[in-house]
């Protein structure tokens, strides 16, 4: 059973348009993050949610809207993509939002913007 | 400047060999993570730890908190152990070291 998961793995679109990467965890955590690894395999932290509350934001553009419906679930809603925004986007969870816990990484989501 | 280093950058090694990876922070922490980021891109965590030193399998992860300064061993490097390790830190912020890209050779 996949503890972290992800969807879509891969995602091709054309700058402007609005893309959603979903991110789902089985193993009970109450802290998701969305991380994005640049081309140069640098990994920079976006959000964490916390029990569905907002707990990190560190300094990404407002196009990023992350959505938590329950504590299992955080989506990542990107608006009007640009080329900048290619990456691979990783999505993780840890037991609680202590940064001092183990983190549970999905297997990414490679977004490629034409 | 980074508030995480990592040194190497690249490292090449002959199967067997022991193998040192070097993080230096210049934040406070509550805590020092190792990933390792396999060729195909899935990220695992294989340390987390705030003093001392840990232990799973080939794999030692030590931390000197008065130094700033954790290394990651791997003993009898095997080829299957090729891949990128990150170290990061975490305290009142997330940072991220660029990585060291590890490849052993048979």
């Known amino acids: 059973d996949t503890a972290v998961s992800q969807t879509p793995k891969y995602l091709v679109t054309q700058m402007g348009n609005d893309k959603s990467i979903k991110c789902e965890q089985n193993?009970?955590?109450?802290?998701m993050y969305w991380y994005k690894q640049d081309s140069k395999k640098f990994l920079k932290i976006m959000f964490s949610y916390n029990n569905k509350e907002l707990i990190i934001n560190e300094t990404v553009p407002n196009r990023f809207s992350p959505k938590s419906p329950d504590k299992a679930h955080l989506n990542l809603h990107i608006n009007s993509l640009e080329l900048g925004d290619s990456a691979v986007y990783f999505c993780?969870?840890?037991?609680?939002?202590?940064?001092?816990?183990?983190?549970?990484f999905g297997p990414g989501t490679r977004l490629t913007v034409l | 400047k980074n508030e995480v280093e990592q040194s190497p950058q690249n490292l090449t090694a002959q199967e067997g060999e022991f193998i040192t990876i070097n993080c230096s922070y210049s934040?406070?922490?509550?805590?020092l993570h190792w990933l390792q980021q396999h060729p195909g891109g899935g990220i695992v965590s294989l340390f987390m730890l705030s003093s001392g030193k840990k232990k799973h399998g080939r794999l030692i992860a030590t931390i000197n908190i008065q130094e700033k300064h954790s290394s990651l061993h791997i003993t009898a490097s095997h080829p299957r152990d090729s891949a990128v390790y990150i170290c990061a830190a975490t305290g009142n912020q997330f940072y991220f070291g660029t990585g060291t890209s590890l490849t052993v050779i048979p």
């Open positions: 934040v406070g922490i509550s805590a």
């Open positions: 993780a969870s840890s037991p609680t939002s202590g940064r001092g816990n183990e983190q549970f």
């Open positions: 193993l009970g955590h109450d802290t």
